[in-house]
């Protein structure tokens, strides 16, 4: 919160500006895209077996700026496992060159150890001609995922509120401007007899501080809470004043 305008007669305070919200989501979003970009979160494996030991194998994995392929000999594939790093996982080719990363790492556990044991099954079982095994996480497994749905949230949720006091017309505007939704509440100015200061903690013991309009009849006006102390008393006291100069 802020105060942007503040006069004998009018004083007008913001809870937020355009760079609460809209810069952050714009910077979520671009991180967002530039992972999901150079990310393979879409992989395809093709394999195809002539003999027991003779065929290939085609690894195609994805991204928004292209596809990358990558060609494995079968008599040089010796199988697959999962990988896990925290919560996440990821399928793992082993070559005989080295482990070859078949998919990008998600939360997904259990489809990756049914793709692992479908690759295995194939490797050991010289009946088995073909294997073609996808695995798509591009937009909800991964980083630059929770990057765009964090953004877009930022966008839809966040929300701007103007609180206008004005004395010549003796009333106190709302303003609240969002995504989804604008509403204008107006209140008459005779009706606010002072202000108020209310330190609230929330589930995690966080310490908030919430300024509160007393309105005649017992009722309150909330402001957005605010985790900063010196605000709320820099707020508290410029409405208290005005409020004063007013009568």
């Given at each position: 919160m802020?105060?942007?305008?503040?006069t004998?007669?009018?004083?007008i305070?913001?809870?937020?500006?355009?760079?609460?919200?809209?810069?952050?989501?714009?910077?979520?979003?671009?991180?967002?895209?530039?992972?999901?970009?150079?990310?393979?979160?879409?992989?395809?494996?093709?394999?195809?077996?002539s003999q027991?030991?003779?065929?290939?194998?085609?690894?195609v994995?994805?991204?928004?700026?292209g596809?990358?392929?990558?060609?494995?000999?079968?008599?040089?594939l010796?199988?697959?496992?999962?990988?896990?790093?925290?919560?996440?996982s990821?399928v793992?080719?082993?070559?005989?060159?080295?482990n070859?990363?078949?998919?990008?790492?998600?939360?997904n556990?259990?489809?990756?150890?049914?793709v692992?044991?479908?690759?295995?099954s194939?490797?050991?079982n010289?009946?088995?001609?073909?294997l073609?095994?996808?695995?798509?996480?591009?937009?909800?497994?991964?980083?630059?995922?929770?990057?765009l749905?964090?953004?877009v949230?930022s966008l839809?949720l966040?929300?701007?509120?103007t609180?206008?006091?004005?004395?010549?017309?003796?009333?106190?505007?709302?303003?609240?401007?969002?995504?989804?939704?604008?509403?204008?509440?107006?209140?008459?100015?005779?009706?606010?007899?002072?202000v108020?200061?209310?330190?609230?903690k929330?589930?995690?013991?966080?310490?908030?501080?919430?300024?509160?309009?007393?309105?005649c009849?017992?009722?309150?006006?909330?402001?957005?809470?605010?985790?900063?102390?010196?605000?709320k008393?820099?707020?508290?006291?410029?409405i208290?004043?005005?409020l004063?100069?007013?009568?």
């Open positions: 802020k105060i942007i305008k503040q004998a007669t009018e004083l305070i913001q809870t937020h500006s355009i760079f609460d919200f809209w810069l952050p989501s714009c910077l979520l979003m671009t991180f967002g895209l530039i992972w999901l970009s150079f990310d393979y979160h879409a992989a395809t494996l093709s394999c195809q077996r027991e030991k003779q065929g290939n194998c085609q690894l994995r994805s991204h928004l700026l596809s990358h392929l990558q060609e494995i000999q079968l008599a040089a010796q199988g697959a496992k999962v990988e896990r790093c925290g919560y996440k990821r793992v080719l082993l070559t005989d060159a080295g070859v990363p078949f998919s990008a790492n998600s939360t556990w259990g489809n990756q150890e049914a692992a044991f479908d690759i295995n194939f490797v050991k010289a009946k088995k001609r073909w073609r095994l996808s695995q798509d996480d591009r937009w909800l497994g991964g980083t630059g995922g929770i990057f749905l964090a953004a949230g839809v966040g929300k701007n509120e609180y206008s006091f004005d004395g010549t017309l003796n009333t106190l505007t709302v303003k609240q401007q969002g995504v989804l939704a604008r509403k204008v509440i107006q209140h008459s100015l005779c009706e606010i007899y002072g108020e200061v209310d330190r609230v929330d589930r995690d013991n966080d310490i908030w501080y919430e300024v509160r309009l007393l309105v009849g017992g009722s309150r006006i909330s402001l957005p809470n605010t985790m900063n102390p010196y605000q008393e820099e707020i508290a006291k410029a208290n004043n005005y004063n100069a007013q009568k």
